[in-house]
């Protein structure tokens, strides 16, 4: 993704992935006809070999589940340690922060083993617990995917 402010880039795969467990909320963006549709959600995320991998989980029916099944792909965002630098002068108002834009592939998971692990990933974002259980009637009634990214770029601003 080509990004105008060059100086506020940031490569390092470690510092990315340090800002992404950092966020509490990644909000995926859809291209809905002639509409966007934004929505906010918990997230887990992980690197898997070279992928990055975000999972969310939800109810099985709404907009966004039906978005997800339909489109397969979505655009998503995500900040962090947003602070404004207040000055005497308007123009010269700032606000820091950490932030990752990008886009990937949607996929529904239906495996119950699956599901599982990826609710795990999700608990251990949130919790730093990665040994949970989930009922077998808990996950056959919550929808869970997989977003594997296919572009990204990530800056900050301090």
Known sequence: MEMRRKDLTITDPAHIDEIIQDCDC??????????????????????????????????????KVTLIRTLGYAGFELDTNRKVNPNEK?????????????????TELTDAKEKAEALQVIMKHYSDRNDWEFPETMLSKTTVFRMVVKEMSAKEHR
């Open 90 to 106: 308007a123009c010269d108002f700032s606000v820091r922060y950490q932030s990752i834009i990008g886009e990937g592939e949607l």
């Open 26 to 63: 990644c909000r995926l963006a859809f291209a809905d006809g002639t509409h966007p549709y934004i929505v906010p959600l918990s997230f887990g995320y992980e690197r898997e070999e070279n992928e990055q991998v975000f999972y969310f989980h939800g109810a099985a029916v709404g907009r």
